[in-house]
């Protein structure tokens, strides 16, 4: 499978935990984003990386996110200190960005669930 | 402040007629617009795209129509068949590359 992967698939944690989500992208593909969806919404932009380099972060990551694509390959986003709010689906995508129109592939998501 | 709008929630229809989807969007910005199709406890999976400087675009049984003037732009799936039942989402792209979403539309297919 040459998809977008994510894991893990869900996670339970308590309010207070840091927890932190994996994403593969394509393998060609040298742009990489991260969205978070609420229920009866569409994804929101989060940020996103061009090879290594974290060019774009949205007001919706606080300072508890972090995120980080080492080597351009794989992404991390870790969210430190956990509240109930941050329960969300937690949603990868990758692209072969050219400059023009691009299509981004996402991955199945990371479910959180804060208790 | 809301860019990408589907105004409508839900839609159902009978099987072999056709689906109409819409989608307004307030930024002039916006040059590139996708579909994806999205199932439950899944990531969303794309459908379907097209540039600011067509007009339709079409691939199989889907079609995009993009009104820049009105800065509306809808998803027609003829003929609709019962695997279709999703969430659909529009989203809009500029140079940035990130995408906005709409909300979603339920499509409905009833056998």
């Known amino acids: 499978d040459t998809g977008v992967s994510q894991n893990p698939r869900h996670k339970i944690t308590k309010r207070g935990q840091n927890v932190t989500f994996r994403c593969d992208p394509i393998?060609?593909?040298?742009?990489l984003y991260w969205y978070r969806q609420t229920l009866g919404q569409g994804p929101e932009f989060l940020t996103y990386?061009?090879?290594?380099?974290?060019?774009?972060k949205s007001r919706l990551l606080s300072d508890r996110f972090s995120a980080e694509r080492p080597k351009g390959s794989f992404s991390t986003l870790e969210i430190q200190r956990t509240e109930q709010g941050d329960s969300a689906m937690y949603l990868c995508a990758s692209s072969f960005g050219r400059g023009e129109g691009e299509t981004q592939y996402f991955g199945p998501g990371t479910r959180l669930l804060v208790l | 402040d809301q860019q990408v709008k589907q105004n409508s929630p839900s839609l159902s229809v009978q099987e072999g007629r056709i689906s109409i989807l819409n989608c307004d969007y307030t930024n002039s910005m916006f040059d590139y617009f996708l579909w994806y199709k999205k199932y439950p406890a899944e990531g969303p999976t794309f459908l379907i795209s097209?540039?600011?400087?067509?007009d339709k675009n079409e691939d199989g049984r889907f079609t995009v129509f993009l009104n820049k003037s009105a800065k509306h732009l809808s998803l027609h799936i003829v003929p609709s068949q019962p695997g279709d039942s999703a969430v659909y989402f529009c989203?809009?792209?500029?140079?940035?590359?990130?995408?906005?979403f709409g909300q979603g539309t339920t499509l409905q297919v009833k056998p």
């Open positions: 393998s060609e593909h040298n742009r």
């Open positions: 097209i540039s600011s400087i067509k």
């Open positions: 989203a809009a792209s500029s140079n940035t590359g990130k995408l906005i």
């Open positions: 990386f061009q090879n290594e380099a974290q060019l774009e």
